[in-house]
């Protein structure tokens, strides 16, 4: 089992940053495929980014690419979401996943991780 705790988050004015963090309990995630989802009121989970264990990153191309960076710290068990210049459209719930192992073509499908962090609300204000 794996254990996933958030911490970063909180409440910025447009064009600011945050930094979430994500760790890992339970064992090591460094051989995993880790990612970040948020869920907006009233809309349905959505990918972010994950990052594999050769470091290679990949984005909702859409919404956040060049905005945020994934990362991650095998030596702490920990994956990091680096959000710069927010919109208030990023406001949501923030959730790290961890799947049980690597991830080739499905990494932005939640239904391909199975541990899963507490969320945490990033809220983003015009």
């Known amino acids: 089992q794996v254990q996933l705790v958030q911490s970063g988050g909180g409440s910025v004015q447009t064009g600011g940053s945050l930094r979430l963090s994500c760790a890992a309990s339970?064992?090591?995630?460094?051989?995993?495929?880790m990612a970040w989802f948020r869920q907006a009121p009233g809309k349905e989970r959505e990918f972010v980014a994950a990052?594999?264990?050769?470091?290679?990153?990949?984005y909702n191309e859409e919404s956040v690419k060049g905005r945020f960076t994934i990362s991650r710290d095998n030596a702490k068990n920990t994956v990091y979401l680096e959000m710069n210049f927010l919109r208030p459209d990023d406001t949501a719930d923030y959730y790290c996943?961890?799947?049980?192992?690597?991830?080739?073509?499905?990494?932005?499908?939640?239904?391909?991780?199975?541990?899963w962090g507490q969320g945490t609300q990033v809220t983003v204000s015009s």
């Open positions: 339970g064992r090591s995630v460094s051989r995993s495929t």
């Open positions: 990052i594999r264990r050769d470091d290679t990153k990949k």
């Open positions: 996943a961890a799947a049980t192992n690597e991830i080739l073509s499905t990494f932005a499908r939640a239904t391909a991780y199975r541990f």
